[in-house]
């Protein structure tokens, strides 16, 4: 491949808009703020970017599946009082990280038992689940955030590998990993057809209740090492810890191209979103901008992100009904 056509590739790519937006916003706050691009504040919006980067993941799959899970930052968070209420009664971190894991797949399977087997409503579902979990988080905790003294805890979250905070290097391995399942494997098109028409996927043959429960334990899983790795990261349980990230990373799916109504996008534009975000976010909070204001922000950002997916979907439709004229 030769270099002219390289570069025409990357130029077609949907995720360059994103790009150049990142370093817009770079250069804007460094302007502003000459300190912004200190070692210390960049190693800061990497570690944020990890914990919405994990949840991201989970809910950019089961989004592009058609399914959507509101009670991932709630599975999260109770996920990281259980590590830390273990954590702190002797339990090698290893083994707390592993339970941890497990707890977010039994929370991942109620959820798809609520959806795929009672057919409720996912977002009905997942927001009782959402509120349930995090009730449950205070109860944990008695509303106290629960330091943890055990140093060995502290290490994977608190880790740096050549500068990189270990964090942000695990979640950027997970988007490869996931990057590849839906763009390479037959499980990942089948997520894909199952979002984009499900009749017409049953009807190809595939398992669509059996697909939805996957992504949905997967979600779980994910939104539980995010909490556990965040715990560890302050070293301490807290029970808001990773609450509301859930609207985060549906922020980051859909301003990263990806589909509301399923059936489409990629993990690079997720990925690229997820740097944009964080940029800003710490953006605000480097020039003061008062933090209801970056709530404002973020409001905003999440319904740019919705108009924006309305938008490419007219486009889509529009594009396909002039194909269907055409022929």
Not at 20 to 33: P, T
Not at 153 to 167: D, K, N, R
Not at 203 to 232: P, R, Y
Request: charged fraction near 10%; include cysteine.
């Amino acid at each position: 491949m030769g270099a002219k056509s390289i570069v025409k590739k990357i130029a077609g790519l949907k995720t360059v808009p994103l790009i150049l937006v990142i370093i817009v916003l770079i250069v804007f706050f460094q302007l502003m703020n000459q300190n912004y691009l200190s070692i210390e504040n960049v190693r800061g919006i990497l570690n944020a970017a990890s914990t919405v980067g994990m949840i991201s993941i989970g809910m950019t799959c089961l989004i592009i599946g058609g399914q959507i899970d509101l009670s991932a930052g709630a599975i999260g968070c109770v996920c990281g009082m259980f590590v830390t209420l273990i954590s702190r009664a002797g339990v090698d971190w290893g083994l707390a990280f592993v339970f941890a894991i497990l707890i977010g797949a039994v929370l991942g399977a109620i959820n798809a038992l609520l959806v795929v087997k009672l057919n409720l409503k996912t977002f009905i579902a997942t927001l009782a689940m959402a509120s349930a979990l995090a009730g449950l988080a205070r109860v944990l905790s008695d509303s106290n955030t629960l330091p943890i003294k055990d140093h060995s805890f502290w290490i994977i979250g608190s880790a740096t590998i050549v500068g990189i905070p270990a964090p942000f290097i695990i979640t950027t391995i997970l988007f490869v990993i996931y990057g590849v399942i839906l763009s390479k494997t037959k499980f990942g098109r089948k997520i894909y057809m199952c979002g984009g028409n499900l009749h017409a996927a049953r009807l190809a043959g595939i398992k669509t209740k059996q697909i939805h429960t996957i992504l949905f334990i997967n979600s779980g899983m994910l939104a539980a090492l995010a909490g556990a790795i965040l715990t560890s990261r302050m070293q301490s349980g807290s029970p808001n810890a990773v609450l509301g990230n859930e609207f985060s990373a549906i922020t980051v799916a859909v301003l990263g191209g990806i589909a509301f109504t399923g059936g489409a996008g990629v993990m690079a534009g997720c990925f690229a979103a997820l740097l944009l975000i964080n940029s800003f976010n710490f953006g605000l909070s480097v020039i003061r901008i008062p933090s209801y204001w970056q709530v404002v922000a973020q409001g905003a950002l999440l319904i740019l992100a919705l108009s924006l997916d309305f938008i490419r979907e007219r486009s889509r439709i529009r594009s396909l009904y002039a194909s269907n004229c055409s022929n």
